[in-house]
């Protein structure tokens, strides 16, 4: 699962290099990413690796361009799902899962509207 970030605190790039050279310096940048339960919560390398995200995309040139960066110390060999506070759960099948959810309980009120 790739996660989108944009920079914190007032904080904008004009190049990669740069990106990478604070994303390496542990500087927060922000989740931006719809429907995620972190959404537009600080992030940096370490609560990342933590989480088990190996790659993220990071928006620059305020935010016309995006760019894809491997976290720095990201095991290739982690398993931990990203942000989800299950740990057999990633953040995307918790979403979908939720929309099944309700898409069965309006089909059952269907069904059982018509008995």
């Known amino acids: 699962?790739?996660?989108?970030?944009?920079?914190a605190y007032g904080r904008d790039y004009k190049s990669k290099a740069e990106?990478?050279?604070?994303?390496?310096?542990?500087?927060?940048?922000?989740?931006?990413?719809?429907g995620h339960p972190y959404d537009g919560k600080p992030?940096?390398?370490e609560s990342?690796?933590?989480?088990?995200?190996?790659t993220v995309n990071i928006r620059y040139k305020q935010q016309r361009s995006i760019?894809?960066?491997k976290v720095p110390g990201a095991s290739s060999l982690s398993s931990n799902p990203v942000f989800s506070g299950n740990p057999g759960i990633d953040a995307g099948s918790a979403v979908v899962g939720a929309g099944g959810v309700i898409l069965f309980a309006w089909l059952l009120g269907k069904i059982f509207k018509g008995l």
Do not use: E
């Open 48 to 54: 990342l690796r933590q989480s088990g995200v190996k």
């Open 67 to 69: 760019g894809v960066f």
């Open 43 to 45: 992030a940096n390398a």
């Open 19 to 34: 990106i990478q050279k604070d994303l390496d310096a542990g500087k927060d940048f922000i989740i931006a990413q719809y």
């Open 1 to 7: 699962m790739y996660l989108t970030l944009v920079p």
